[in-house]
């Protein structure tokens, strides 16, 4: 099967859409994916339009140890500004109002055409959260990824020794004074969809026809506050008979973090595979699995913090020193 995306509903998704009896047949959404980082986040309003502005301290004030009939200096701590942008991912959908009106059930035939869109847009904002950066991509705002970028960075690092076929586990304490995701001011949080009724749509010729056009805009940026609550555990290798991974390891980055219930671990599907085989080992000490957060299925969980599956984290990251 090829990577070709069509832009617009074909009059065969028509057909594939109704079942014998002419009513709407149930869609199997194939490309949907687990990617519990988007819904996990913590959403607040940026303090500038199109970016977030964070004082973040640099140092701390000592004090002196003062001798009798002797006086101290003055000290204050030191700050640094940091700004984080926010961009904007938006996509549209236009169908041909013939092969909407053939349904059944238009109404019903556009919220699944926007659902497979919705689906769409949360792998990328996912994709994003990542591995996005306003450095080399400035429509695009900076993910984990490239904060963490070497063993180097900062103590919250953490290398597995692997060389090919690598892959991360991502650590994020959520919170509005850690780290959130933001959204411009004066504007409204998460995804937003926009029925812009019928209009003129074109074709790959230019040439005209009327269509149902809805449009979608989600306007986000990460903002870290406190570096202390991001971390990662790289180079791993996540397949094959032995893997890299190393309990102790992660055990090390927790400690060197500000942990806390907004905690959570993001492991790729091959990464949270190797950990649900340990969870079954008799002689585990680190992983458990109880009754999920808000209510839902079971929660894999290691020393108490909830391990949670993205699908977008890759298992083809390069090493990095």
């Known amino acids: 099967m090829g990577d070709v995306t069509d832009s617009r509903m074909s009059l065969v998704e028509v057909v594939k859409r109704h079942d014998p009896n002419g009513n709407l047949a149930?869609?199997?959404e194939v490309l949907?994916?687990?990617?519990?980082?988007?819904?996990?986040?913590?959403?607040?309003?940026?303090?500038?339009?199109?970016?977030?502005k964070t004082v973040r301290r640099s140092s701390l004030p000592s004090g002196t140890w003062r001798k009798l009939n002797r006086g101290v200096a003055p000290q204050s701590s030191d700050t640094v500004e940091l700004i984080d942008t926010i961009g904007i991912l938006e996509n549209r959908a236009e169908n041909d109002v013939e092969i909407i009106n053939a349904f059944s059930n238009p109404q019903q035939a556009r919220m699944d055409e926007a659902?497979?869109?919705?689906?769409?847009?949360?792998?990328?904002?996912?994709?994003?959260?990542?591995?996005?950066?306003?450095?080399?991509?400035?429509?695009?705002?900076?993910?984990?990824?490239?904060?963490m970028d070497g063993l180097a960075a900062g103590e919250n690092v953490?290398?597995?020794?692997?060389?090919?076929?690598?892959?991360?586990?991502?650590?994020?304490?959520?919170?509005?004074?850690?780290?959130?995701?933001?959204?411009?001011?004066n504007t409204t949080g998460g995804?937003?969809?926009?029925?812009?009724?019928?209009?003129?749509?074109?074709?790959?010729?230019?040439?005209?026809?009327r269509a149902y056009v809805d449009r979608f805009v989600w306007r986000a940026g990460m903002v870290v506050k406190n570096t202390r609550c991001i971390g990662r555990y790289a180079n791993l290798e996540p397949t094959g008979t032995t893997t890299t991974f190393d309990e102790d390891e992660l055990i090390r980055l927790l400690n060197r973090m500000v942990i806390n219930e907004g905690s959570r671990i993001y492991a790729s599907i091959n990464m949270?595979?190797?950990?649900?085989?340990?969870?079954?080992?008799?002689?585990?000490?680190?992983?458990?699995?109880?009754?999920?957060?808000?209510?839902?299925?079971?929660v894999l969980r290691f020393q108490g913090v909830p391990v949670?599956?993205?699908?977008?984290?890759?298992?083809?990251?390069?090493?990095?020193a």
């Open 32 to 52: 949907t994916q687990n990617n519990d980082i988007v819904t996990d986040a913590v959403w607040k309003e940026g303090n500038d339009i199109f970016s977030n």
């Open 115 to 147: 659902s497979s869109i919705i689906e769409g847009l949360s792998q990328e904002m996912a994709a994003t959260m990542l591995y996005g950066n306003a450095a080399t991509a400035p429509e695009e705002f900076t993910g984990l990824a490239p904060r």
């Open 191 to 209: 995804l937003q969809h926009e029925d812009l009724g019928i209009q003129d749509a074109l074709d790959d010729s230019n040439n005209k026809f």
């Open 272 to 298: 949270m595979t190797q950990m649900q085989i340990r969870l079954k080992d008799k002689t585990n000490v680190y992983f458990t699995r109880d009754q999920g957060l808000d209510g839902g299925g079971p």
């Open 158 to 185: 953490i290398g597995g020794g692997g060389s090919t076929t690598l892959t991360s586990i991502y650590i994020v304490t959520w919170g509005v004074n850690s780290v959130f995701m933001a959204y411009p001011r």
């Open 26 to 28: 149930t869609i199997a």
């Open 308 to 320: 949670r599956k993205v699908e977008q984290i890759l298992d083809t990251e390069t090493v990095i």
